[in-house]
């Protein structure tokens, strides 16, 4: 039993910066991964960013996003956060965190527990 509170999101204007956060309470033990996630109207679900929990080094970005947001997660594993800077028009999607994924590869997950999403608006 996990459960998930992303928080963070809002309106901001093209070049500025959101730092997105994830709650997790329950279990939380053990080692897996950890995620952002996006869907923009008309588009599907992609990976931002995931990270494992045990080697902190291993992480991935979609290459939208790279050199420009930043994931990263506390020691217990209770709290995960997505730092977004130079934010962009296309940058316009609702965000979803995501734990104890599995297998994942290239932004592309399985399983895991998930948030209901917070909406980020970025205008020209």
């Known amino acids: 039993q996990v459960q998930l509170v992303e928080s963070g999101g809002g309106s901001v204007q093209a070049g500025g910066a959101l730092r997105l956060s994830c709650e997790a309470s329950g279990y939380t033990d053990g080692s897996y991964y950890m995620g952002w996630f996006r869907e923009a109207p008309g588009k599907e679900r992609e990976g931002v960013a995931t990270?494992?929990?045990?080697?902190?080094?291993?992480?991935y970005y979609a290459a939208s996003v790279y050199g420009r947001f930043t994931i990263s997660h506390d020691g217990p594993k209770k709290f995960l956060y997505l730092q977004m800077n130079s934010l962009q028009p296309e940058d316009t999607a609702m965000y979803y965190c995501a734990t104890r994924l599995t297998d994942c590869r290239a932004g592309t997950c399985y399983g895991g527990y998930w948030g209901q999403g917070t909406q980020v608006t970025v205008s020209s």
């Open positions: 990270i494992y929990t045990d080697r902190p080094s291993s992480t």
